[in-house]
């Protein structure tokens, strides 16, 4: 299968400052990504859905300005969270697609702590 | 509301008993999912099942679709305590992929 991968697998952080996480397809280019946030003991929740070379498209109650969503290329997409708060700390996954009707493909994805 | 209720949530069983887990939802799929999950990484797909009444087989485990591409089950045989993990169904709405709640399943030795 696909390989996706996610940089860095955790992170902490001081309340106020800004973190990215990266998203690489490494063997397939994907036309689409997403990323999707997991609280303990839940389910995946869809945040937002990127296509490359385009404005990423949010889930409703997802605030746009907080999470910055990136796609410059076929094999990575970025999502920074700007002014982190102890709240934002979550499992961040990314997945891929070569087309928004194909399989996605997981990232082993980024746990974030804020403190 | 849910689109994909998954129950039980939570399932604690010993080893080499036999588990059953539901997704039930009142939309018609064109296909649906089932993924686990371990703990601190992400999602592996396990299955696809597209054709109303399909069944499955995965070594121990049986998918089934529901006639009315509505529902799925999962059933394990003889769980081991390497099952143990996080089941989840999603289905594709739009290119969107929505989950249910997820089956935390513990299979003690």
């Known amino acids: 299968g696909a390989v996706v991968s996610q940089h860095p697998s955790r992170v902490i952080c001081k309340s106020g400052t800004s973190v990215k996480i990266e998203c690489r397809s490494l063997?397939?280019?994907?036309?689409?990504m997403f990323w999707y946030r997991q609280f303990p003991k839940q389910s995946l929740m869809l945040m937002a859905t990127s296509n490359e070379g385009s404005k990423a498209t949010y889930e409703q109650g997802v605030e746009k300005d907080k999470f910055l969503i990136n796609h410059a290329s076929l094999t990575l997409s970025t999502l920074t969270v700007t002014s982190a708060h102890p709240e934002d700390s979550s499992f961040y996954i990314c997945?891929?697609?070569?087309?928004?009707?194909?399989?996605?493909?997981f990232g082993p994805g980024t746990r974030l702590t804020v403190l | 509301t849910q689109l994909l209720e998954q129950s039980p949530q939570f399932l604690s069983i010993q080893e080499g008993e036999n588990l059953t887990v539901y997704c039930n939802s009142s939309?018609?799929?064109?296909?649906l999912q089932w993924y686990r999950q371990e703990p601190g990484e992400g999602p592996v797909l396990l299955v696809t099942?597209?054709?109303?009444?399909e069944v499955k087989k995965l070594k121990r485990l049986t998918f089934q679709f529901g006639d009315a591409r509505k529902d799925s089950s999962l059933h394990i045989t003889a769980a081991q305590p390497g099952d143990t993990g996080l089941y989840l169904c999603a289905a594709n709405q739009g290119g969107k992929l929505i989950f249910g709640q997820g089956t935390e399943l513990s299979v003690k030795p």
């Open positions: 063997d397939f280019q994907a036309t689409t």
């Open positions: 997945s891929a697609a070569a087309s928004i009707e194909n399989e996605q493909f």
């Open positions: 939309s018609v799929f064109s296909s």
């Open positions: 099942v597209v054709t109303g009444g």
